[in-house]
DNA sequence: TGATTTTTAGAGTAATTACTCTAGGAGTCA
DNA sequence: TGACTCCTAGAGTAATTACTCTAAAAATCA
């Protein structure tokens, strides 16, 4: 029995990530939950607060799961804890998908999704730190910040990148999955030349277990099977 | 003395990256212009087909700059030659910025951004496989695709990450040519284990070419001068 | 029970916006 | 000059959409 406010975010949540919060109304959330246009305005001023909600929901999700503290660290359980927190950011896809005008059209927004990076990255840096202090990752200070920032670039781009080239991806839900290994698998390449000792040894196995399979995000992979007639109908 | 049509896609584009395609209604094109709507359209059927002529124009620059043969290939001219890919998608970044937008909403869009893809990877491969072959990088067939993949994902998301953690560049030209020197610094720090011999001899000249000054995207490189204080009006 | 507050419905609206239509100007060519 | 095509103006419209307002149901509480 969850409240309206949150049945309102939930939808919400659902309808912008398969059709884009740009394709959603207000009218068509409050439809498809069966209230009325009112309901939905009682419990959320306009568009913006059902976003800056979602963001609220999404920016903790991900920050807590960042403070979880994870005692002795390898890089394999790291990688299991990488593919959780792009996991994560799948299910909120739509915000990254939109950023740029959400943070345009709210400034208080655009503050704290600047300090969520901020923690972001600065948590990200200290478990690569513990990484390179238990002699699993090797690389100097400029380094680690360059892969850091490479990290989550490619993370908060992903899904929508894998949206772009997979158009039928928001649908169906079972592409989902090899489509986050696939990049689980990306970051495996961005820190496998740093990789040393116990990481070394399982690098085939991990990305042996993220390599997406041939019949998924192909376009990425170089040989596509069936997609290669353009133009005909 | 440039004809109606083409006014109307270099306004379209100017407005489309300073506010974002969203924002801009066809009106305001031709207020922009000082022509009347009737004509706009009497150029372009309706607001999507000038969305697809610029991509039609991004697409060629971007595959001209990419067939141009370049003889004998040396690291830091491969860089400079990024450098310049990375401009020419600055010049077009609302695309990338509504992708999946843009995608979503028109089929034969996305079958030519596809193809598009396609295209840019395989040239990218062999780029990458002429450096290979020179001796600059050593990598294996695997390793060079994900590193394509992973150098793409930087390339074609750089813009509208750098416009989210900086709503202000939109705006700001002369911070344009600092942020992009930081996307190419980026593409470097993806590069910099597999380089070999010439590669590694420029590699610390050609990092301080391109690492950022400090008092731009800060937030990117750890250190903050000022924007610490986050809540307080 | 009655009073008060919270939640809901649903009709309605003002504004926006992509796009149309008609009519007329401006080149061009015979 | 006249006919014909290309280009342009600008008023107008139908549809969408974020949001409001009033009143009533439902829950809470004394």
């Given at each position: 029995m969850t409240s309206t406010k949150e049945r309102i975010l939930n939808t919400s949540l659902a309808l912008f990530n398969r059709?884009?919060?740009?394709?959603?109304t207000t009218n068509h959330i409050a439809d498809a939950l069966g209230i009325s246009p009112g309901n939905l305005y009682y419990h959320f001023r306009n568009k913006g607060t059902i976003v800056s909600a979602l963001f609220e929901r999404y920016s903790q999700h991900l920050l807590t799961l960042l403070e979880a503290p994870q005692g002795p660290l390898t890089w394999t359980i790291k990688t299991y804890y990488f593919e959780g927190l792009l996991a994560s950011m799948w299910q909120y896809r739509f915000f990254h998908r939109d950023l740029t005008h959400f943070l345009h059209a709210d400034a208080e927004l655009a503050a704290r999704y600047q300090a969520f990076v901020?923690?972001?990255?600065?948590r990200g840096r200290v478990i690569y730190g513990e990484l390179r202090s238990s002699?699993?990752?090797e690389l100097d200070d400029e380094q680690l910040q360059g892969l850091m920032v490479n990290t989550w670039v490619?993370?908060?781009?992903?899904?929508?990148?894998?949206?772009?080239?997979?158009?039928d991806a928001a649908a169906d839900e079972a592409l989902d999955e090899s489509l986050m290994r696939h990049g689980v698998y990306q970051i495996i390449c961005l820190e496998e030349p740093f990789l040393r000792g116990e990481a070394r040894e399982h690098l085939e196995?991990?990305?042996a277990r993220y390599r997406a399979a041939n019949n998924t995000s192909t376009l990425l992979l170089g040989h596509v099977p069936g997609l290669d007639r353009t133009g005909s109908e």
């Open positions: 059709q884009g919060e740009r394709n959603v901020e923690i972001v990255l600065e002699g699993i990752l490619l993370m908060s781009s992903w899904a929508g990148l894998v949206h772009g080239l997979r158009p196995e991990m990305k």
